[in-house]
């Protein structure tokens, strides 16, 4: 006899039924053809990472340029992808001071979901992208492709990889104050 007065495998086959009914009774209840099955709540990492097209990129990133040039700011571009440690690090410290308000402030963020290096592999080549996360800071230059743009700073950081980069959203907010600032002397 188990702890609950069944032998175990009575018991077993009782958790089975109960499985097998609530999923049968889900599939019951669900959503006829006029009903639609409501949607889960978005994903936020998902909405940070989007799949473009290199012509949805490019006018992504042409709309930060529009934007930045009209409101005095830089556009930062983020080569990223959803597999990598280090860029959901990044994503994280984007979230705390002083790096949430340098770049609220400061600059028009465009991420480039890189996938697995299998898409935008032009731009990925023409800023030397060797991996991820990868930073490119840049000064604005609408109606140009963005590889013809001024760099004002280029990396890779590795927050949860590497122990000697970057690793706080202070030293993230520091390089790029530095990458604005140098530009306004």
């Given at each position: 006899m188990s702890c609950c007065g069944e032998p175990p495998k009575r018991r077993?086959?009782?958790?089975?039924?109960?499985?097998?009914?609530?999923?049968v009774g889900l599939g019951i209840a669900g959503a006829t053809a006029s009903e639609p099955v409501a949607q889960a709540p978005t994903d936020t990492a998902k909405a940070y990472w989007v799949k473009r097209t290199d012509a949805e990129l490019d006018a992504v990133i042409e709309g930060a340029c529009t934007d930045a040039v009209a409101n005095k700011r830089q556009v930062l571009l983020t080569f990223s992808a959803t597999w990598c440690g280090d860029c959901r690090k990044i994503k994280s410290l984007?979230?705390?001071?002083?790096?949430?308000?340098?770049?609220?402030?400061?600059?028009?963020k465009v991420v480039v979901d890189?996938?697995?290096?299998?898409?935008?592999?032009k731009l990925i080549e023409q800023f030397g992208v060797s991996g991820i996360a990868h930073l490119v800071a840049l000064s604005p230059s609408c109606g140009k492709p963005v590889g013809d743009w001024t760099i004002?700073?280029?990396?890779?950081?590795?927050?949860?990889?590497?122990?000697?980069g970057v690793r706080t959203a202070a030293g993230l907010a520091k390089w790029l104050t530095g990458a604005r600032t140098e530009t306004d002397q």
């Open positions: 077993n086959w009782l958790v089975l039924g109960g499985i097998l009914i609530t999923i984007e979230a705390e001071s002083p790096l949430r308000e340098e770049l609220e402030q400061h600059w028009n890189v996938g697995r290096f299998d898409r935008h592999e004002l700073r280029s990396g890779k950081f590795e927050p949860a990889t590497n122990p000697d």
